[in-house]
């Protein structure tokens, strides 16, 4: 029986998280607090709301994590929370095979949302890509390097991955 | 039973559409503007990522849904391309028992150049850099002063009746 396919975006997608974490990590505090134009927040709290996102997306598909708030924590503290994301995902996908499976949550409020299991994990990698892409922008504009993200740049480090240039 | 990658295909697709959408509304000298800190203009992201992800796709499912090159079509032509590409990914994603760590060889004939990747990296990198750009899309649109257009995958199931909400009470 194959692993199920949704194993290595969801890999990449905890490795990208991590990896822009470590890249961020050097920034200076102007640099943190820099905001590119239509991205969610300033760099530190794009983080920030990255990985609280993230285990909101866990929490509302049914994975059995407390939710958490992130919009005080430094650097350890949500490179932590990323780690115990990146382990709940890498609970959840084996055992949410069916896309069409409908999970409910309702947060406290009493608001209720019925959804594909398909549909949270589509939300849960957007979510990722589209806030990391918000802080590579912002690292761009700054004029600093960006870290390669990329499938190809996880595959190559994971060692599964190779490229034969021409000569 | 679906597998549940096929609904984040589905929309990746779905998410390319509405940007071209709201690309429509803009008037052409927006969309060639370089954006500092994207890829490039707006056309020229559109054609780079709907372009690569019928590259991957050929890749992945051996040509069965090749097409011409993207690079040089306008919005119109780049929405067909990118139904096509979108009804090549739901048709491979049925196929039965999809083994993520088949490897797969591509060769570019133009120059030699190899690459050997698992299927599984394979489709989470065409996810990755779809979204990638269709955000760096949508942060150009911003930085040119217009609205962008949700393309989450809440937005998405709202439109496809994958989520329901009812509020309190």
Redo the contacts between chains.
Sequence with gaps: M????????F??HAW?IAGLLDACEGLSAEQLAFA????FGTVMDTLRHLVEGDRFQLWAAGAGVPLTDASSMGSEQLRQVAAENAAAWRGY?PA?????ERVVDIDD???????????????????G??H???VC??M??LGLETPD????G??VQ?G???????? | MSSPLATAFEHHTWATLQLIDACRKLPAEALDTPVPGAFGSLLETLRHYINSDSFYLGIIDGGANRQESARRLGLDGLARHAEATGRGWRAFLQRPDLDPDANQHEVDPRDGYTRDAPLGIRLAQALHHGYEHREQCCLALAALGYQSPDLSGWAFGAATGLVEEVGPG
């Design positions: 194959p692993r199920p396919l949704a194993e290595d975006p890999e990449l990208a590119a134009p239509g991205a996908i949410h095979p069916d896309g069409d409020s009493g608001w209720k949302r019925t959804a594909t299991v398909g549909l949270r994990l589509a939300q849960a990698l957007q979510h890509i589209e990391r892409t918000q922008t912002a761009t504009l993200l990329s499938g190809w996880y595959g994971r599964v991955v190779s490229e034969v240039l021409p000569q």
